[in-house]
C-alpha cells in the first residue's frame, strides 16, 4: 500500500507540474500575443504618422507649385501688358509726327490734353497756339529722324523719350537740328493723351 500511494502521490505531482508548465506556456503565449499586437499598433500607428506627414509635405509642395506657376503667368502676364502699352505709345507718338507734318490738325486736336504744355527752344505754348502754328505754317514739321525711343510708365502717366533729327521750316528758313524731346502722356477716358512736349537741343548729334 505504502509503495502505491507513493507512486500515485508522485504521478500526481509530475501531473500537477506538467498542467503547470502548461499554463505557463499558455501565458507566455498569449502575453507575446499581446506584446506582438502592441508591437504592431505602433508600428501601424508609426506608418500612419508618418504617411500623413508625407501627405502633408507633398500637399505643400503641390500648392506651392501651382501659387509659384500662377505666379510666373501673372508676371509674364503683366510684363506682356507693359510692353504692349510701351509699343502702343510708341506707335502713337510716331503717328503724332506724322500728323504734325501734314498739318492734320483735327487728330492734334484729340490727341493733346486740354492742358497741354509745348515747350520749345524760344517758346512756351497751350494747345491752341501750337494747333495755330502748326496750322498756319509759322513751324512746318518737315521729317523727323527717330534714333532712340524708351518708355516709362507709371500707373496712368507715360514719360515717353525721343531722340530725333528735326528738319523743319521755321520763318521759312530750313533747319535741322538733333533733339530730345520729352513727352508726358496721360491716360484719360481709356486713351493716351499728350500732357507735355518739351524739346532739348543736342550740343552734338
Known sequence: MGFLQDYTINLEFRHTRILFRANIIKLTISDDKNILKQVT???????????????????????????????????????????????????????KWQWMSEKNVDSLDALFHEKVVFVHMGATMTKQQELDVIKGGMIQYKTVEIQESSVQIIEKTAILLNKIRLTAVVGGNEVINPFVVTEVYVKQGGKWKLASLSFTRLLTQ
Open 41 to 95: 499598433e505602433q508600428n501601424m500607428k508609426k506608418v500612419q504618422s508618418k504617411t500623413t506627414k508625407i501627405r502633408v509635405i507633398i500637399l505643400a509642395l503641390f500648392m506651392m507649385t501651382v501659387i509659384s506657376s500662377a505666379s510666373a503667368q501673372q508676371k509674364k502676364e503683366s510684363s506682356s501688358k507693359v510692353m504692349k502699352a510701351e509699343q502702343e505709345l510708341i506707335d502713337l507718338s510716331k503717328q
